[in-house]
C-alpha cells in the first residue's frame, strides 16, 4: 500500500507546554487510518512533550528539526542524533531550506548528518529544492541532483531509510506552490536517482513542501508521485492541521 505522509515542521513554534495542548485536541480528533502517517518536527526542546503526548499511538511519528553530524562534543548550541533519539525522536530533517540559506548548511555537511541518524536509527528527510531564480534559468534537476549527492556512497539499503522532502525555496512560506506537474517532474528526476542506485522506485518515499494548505493539499497528493507533504505554516494551528490530516 502507498504511503500517505503529513508532516508538520514546526520550525521556531510551539514550545513544550504548547505542544502538550496542541497534541490534546490533535489527538482528541484523530483516528488512525491505514497507510496514513502524520508526523511531527517539533522545537528540539518540545520533543519529549509531543513525543510522551502521542504515546505510541499508530501512525503518529516524532522528529527531530535538525541534528549535529557527532554524537557529543563541545558545540554549543546542537543536538546529536543519539540525544534527539533519546527525547523520543524516531525521525529528522536535514538540509531544510532555512538551514541551509539563512544557517550556511553545506551538502557537506547534510550528508554527515544523514550518516549520523543512519547510524542511530533515525529516519533521515533529506529537504532539497531550488531557489527562484535556479528555476528561472531551467537549473532545477541539476541544483537537486547537487544536494541528493549528500547521499553519495550510501548502499541501497542505507538509501532506502532515506525520505526526501522535495521543497523549491521560492515556495516556503510564501502562498506560492508548485503545480502538481512540476512537482511531479523533481519527484520522478529523485525517484530515478534512487532507482539508479539499488532502491526499488514504489520503495522511495517523496514528500513535497512549501505553502501547502489545506485548499491545495489534495490535488498534490492526487498526483502519484507526491507520498506525502511537508508543511510549515499550516501545521502550526491545531484546527488547520486536524482539517488537513482529515
Ligand atoms: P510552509 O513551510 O508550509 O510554511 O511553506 C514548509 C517548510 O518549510 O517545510
Redesign the pocket.
Known sequence: MSRRIF?G?W?MHLGPEDARQFLKVFLSRYRHEAGREVWFFPAAVALPAVAEAAGGRAGIVVGAQNVHWEDQGAFTGEISAPMARQAGAQAA?VG???RRHIFGETDEQTGRKVRALLRHQLTPVL?VGEKLEEREQGHTLQVVEGQLAALAGLDAAALGQVIV?Y?PVW?????K?ATPKDAAEVHGFIRAWFAARGVAERHTTILY?????PDNVKPLLAEPEING???????VNVATWSEMVR
Request: net charge neutral; proline share 0%; hydrophobic share 35%.
Open positions: 508532516a515542521n520550525k530533517l531544510h531550506s532555512e529537504c522532502a521543497e515556495a516556503i512560506g510564501t502562498g506552490n513542501g512549501g505553502s501547502v494548505k507533504v511537508l508543511v510549515g505554516g499550516a501545521s
